[in-house]
């Protein structure tokens, strides 16, 4: 007997629907934007849609459906490529099954009869997010193997109004640079053959309509949950059909499912947006916080970190960190994080990674001095790690160089003096874990920074086959392993700074490590390409040292701290070196984060849009009944004073109390070192009340300030 199959289904959210036509056909999206009310019929849809006729053209046309197919006759970008024995490159599997176990997740299952190859598309929307997320299984129902190439987590299609690209591409300590385009006939293609998320291709998009900007329009976007190699196109066919596809890349051989077996492709996660680039964060962010963060902000804060990295590097030695863990509580630091160098052998980056010991020589009684010492000051103790190298000087790859990834007799590219470890081979994947287990068992350990310092460019495995989709997984297994043994231990997922940020790591990690750049000034756009994706919390920002380690700029304490406030916040520099105004600066920045950490931690982004010598955004309470603005100016302007800051996100008719809070004053003022090139009438504006539409609609004149500078705003309902 044939299961009765709906000719549609679709997806709701508050302000979103989704529709796709089934029948016995291959499932295709017929509508996805702006929620339909029930008197759009579905048939309504379909009618919009029919094809007019064109000359010297298909007269069916191939759909863009969820997994696009050559066999159909589809000429655009196929969602799925494979091989087998026979014609199984031509698979063009239909609709058999639709399984909607609630009323916002489904699971359509597709079978080519005639190439026994079954396809599943697993579909649900967050509701309150309106995010959605789509995954697609291939599941081998045939006699003989096949070879796997790729397989899109989805094809979505793009209206064709929707015709810019926002995409986000960098490099070490610049990370998350935006990158507009425009789309064009042919196919926008980013493939990241990294082994690891990568610096300079995140796995995101956005498409949104040239009229778009923070605040309005129409906006799409798109990430893929996934810490491997991945590729991402949005394409534009000839007949203006566009679309975009996200999913996992695959090198020749890597994938082969045996007779029965399936592959499962990393999730994508999309949503559309009629409120801006802005408007897509907030549900992304939304999204995360519901459903991918497992700590609770509101239980326990973020700590304010300590770091030792730009502080002592691989100088390690136990006064001196005893010395500096008191130093961070007298500034009010809640965890302190021991960085590289405290393994054996460990002096330099050129040793030592593998043999996770505690280094003898120079922690004669192990790490209890200082573990003791950190909690003793009321600070909880962590530890940097990078699990997935080996240095060749080490006692690990002098007993076991087999067990990396290679391309033998390829010689290795070389990077950082550190190989990869293949932690698809169990021997090493139980080492590794019990080396972490047993450090996290012997010391009172808080907090992993796990980092991961290259590329994996050589991607073979001991049998020569190409390893990262099993290296990924095995990584996910090995973070899954240690949280199931230590569901206390916080893991920060770095990866020479931001090139390993993704919703995939994300469910096994509790923070990101943004970037090696502690520049505010390279921080502001390295954060706010961060945050078109990811919530304040999971972004760790601390404060560096006056002069930048990375590009050398000097910049003073009150830019830095005011841009470490919007993240989840920290310090990484010698602390001893620090002036005493810069001590009693750094002292107040922590005092403002505890104090608003909770806002930070759970409000809403609101970018401005500024001209582009200034960046300025708002976190506004869910119930809009405070909100902290931040405005820099980055360089000099033209006119003789900044354009005017519209405040946005908040209620039109609260009245809201308007305290500038910083840079800090002293007594009423401020001080005549501080920010402002001239004399200010701010305190004219400090404290006064206003309406939030007269803040959002008129905004506020802006005095001339000292390039590099920053003034944050808190604003809170009166009454
Ligand atoms: C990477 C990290 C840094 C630091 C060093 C240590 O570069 O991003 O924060 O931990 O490794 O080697």
């Given at each position: 007997m044939q299961v009765q199959i709906p000719e549609f289904v679709t997806l709701t959210g508050n302000q979103t629907s989704l529709t796709i036509a089934l029948g016995r056909q291959a499932p295709q999206i017929i509508y996805w934007g702006q929620r339909l009310s029930s008197k759009t019929s579905e048939s309504m849809l379909t009618k919009l849609r029919i094809r007019q006729e064109v000359p010297a053209s298909p007269t069916r046309e191939a759909k863009r459906s969820l997994t696009t197919t050559t066999g159909e006759g589809f000429s655009g970008s196929p969602g799925i490529k494979l091989s087998g024995n026979a014609d199984e490159w031509a698979v063009v599997p239909k609709v058999t099954d639709v399984n909607q176990s609630t009323p916002h997740s489904l699971v359509i299952s597709n079978i080519d009869e005639t190439r026994n190859i079954e396809i599943?598309?697993?579909?649900?929307?967050?509701?309150?997010?309106?995010?959605?997320?789509?995954?697609?299984?291939?599941?081998?129902?045939?006699?003989?193997?096949?070879?796997?190439?790729?397989?899109?987590?989805?094809?979505?299609?793009?209206?064709?109004?929707?015709?810019?690209?926002?995409?986000?591409?960098?490099?070490?300590?610049?990370?998350?640079h935006e990158q507009h385009s425009e789309q064009f006939f042919g196919t926008y293609l980013r493939e990241n053959r990294r082994g690891r998320t990568s610096h300079d291709c995140f796995p995101g998009l956005i498409m949104h309509a040239p009229s778009c900007d923070q605040q309005q329009g129409e906006a799409y976007g798109f990430h893929l949950g996934w810490s491997g190699n991945h590729r991402l196109l949005a394409e534009k066919m000839a007949d203006g059909r566009a679309f975009v596809q996200l999913g996992e890349l695959l090198l020749p051989g890597e994938l082969t499912l045996s007779v029965g077996e399936s592959y499962d492709s990393p999730k994508l996660y999309a949503t559309y947006s009629t409120k801006g680039l802005s408007g897509v964060s907030r549900h992304f962010h939304r999204y995360v916080r519901s459903q991918i963060i497992k700590f609770d902000v509101k239980q326990k804060p973020r700590p304010v970190h300590y770091n030792t990295w730009e502080g002592i590097y691989f100088d390690h030695d136990v006064d001196t960190l005893k010395g500096l863990a008191d130093r961070a509580s007298e500034l009010g630091v809640e965890r302190f994080v021991l960085d590289d160098g405290w393994f054996i052998g460990r002096n330099d980056d050129t040793a030592g990674l593998g043999d996770w010991y505690v280094d003898e020589s120079v922690y004669p009684d192990g790490l209890h001095p200082v573990v003791a010492h950190v909690n003793k000051l009321g600070m909880e103790f962590g530890l940097w790690v990078e699990p997935e190298m080996v240095n060749p000087d080490s006692n690990l790859f002098r007993a076991h160089p087999d067990w990396i990834l290679s391309t033998k007799p390829n010689e290795d590219v070389g990077f950082r003096n550190q190989l990869v470890l293949d932690l698809?081979?169990?021997?090493?994947?139980?080492?590794?874990?019990?080396?972490?287990?047993?450090?996290?068992?012997?010391?009172?350990?808080?907090?992993?920074?796990?980092?991961?310092?290259?590329?994996?460019n050589q991607q073979g495995d001991q049998y020569g086959k190409p390893a990262i989709h099993r290296q990924t997984h095995a990584f996910y297994n090995l973070l899954a392993k240690l949280k199931d043994a230590h569901p206390n231990v916080e893991?920060?997922?770095?990866s020479s700074g931001g090139a390993r940020a993704d919703y995939g790591v994300l469910q096994h990690t509790d923070r990101v490590w943004t970037s090696d750049s502690n520049d505010a000034l390279e921080r502001l756009k390295i954060q706010k390409g961060f945050?078109?994706?990811?919530?304040?919390e999971l972004m760790g920002s601390h404060v560096g040292p006056r002069d930048c380690h990375i590009t050398h700029r000097h910049l003073t304490m009150s830019m830095r701290a005011s841009v470490a406030l919007f993240g989840h916040m920290g310090m990484e520099m010698d602390l001893r070196e620090l002036t005493d105004q810069e001590k009693v600066e750094l002292k107040a920045m922590v005092n403002l984060y505890k104090k608003h950490r909770q806002l930070v931690h759970s409000g809403e982004l609101y970018r401005l849009q500024l001209p582009d010598y200034a960046n300025g955004f708002g976190i506004v309470a869910e119930d809009k009944t405070e909100a902290l603005f931040s405005y820099s100016?980055?360089?000099?302007?033209?006119?003789?004073?900044?354009?005017?800051?519209?405040?946005?996100?908040l209620d039109k008719e609260t009245i809201y109390q308007m305290d500038i809070i910083w840079p800090i004053k002293s007594g009423d003022h401020w001080p005549k070192e501080s920010?402002?090139?001239?004399?200010?009438?701010?305190?004219?504006?400090?404290?006064?009340h206003f309406t939030g539409e007269a803040l959002m609609q008129l905004g506020k004149q802006l005095p001339r300030l000292a390039p590099n500078s920053s003034l944050l705003y808190y604003l809170h309902k009166v009454g």
């Open positions: 599943k598309h697993n579909i649900s929307i967050d509701p309150d997010s309106d995010v959605l997320s789509f995954s697609t299984s291939v599941i081998n129902r045939g006699t003989d193997a096949l070879n796997l190439e790729w397989c899109t987590a989805a094809t979505l299609p793009i209206p064709a109004h929707i015709s810019q690209i926002l995409g986000f591409e960098g490099h070490w300590a610049g990370e998350f698809t081979r169990s021997e090493v994947f139980d080492y590794l874990f019990e080396r972490l287990d047993s450090l996290l068992t012997e010391y009172n350990i808080g907090y992993l920074k796990w980092d991961m310092n290259r590329d994996i893991i920060e997922s770095c945050s078109y994706f990811f919530p304040a100016l980055i360089r000099g302007h033209t006119a003789s004073l900044p354009d005017q800051m519209r405040f946005a996100g920010i402002f090139s001239f004399k200010t009438n701010l305190p004219l504006l400090d404290g006064q």
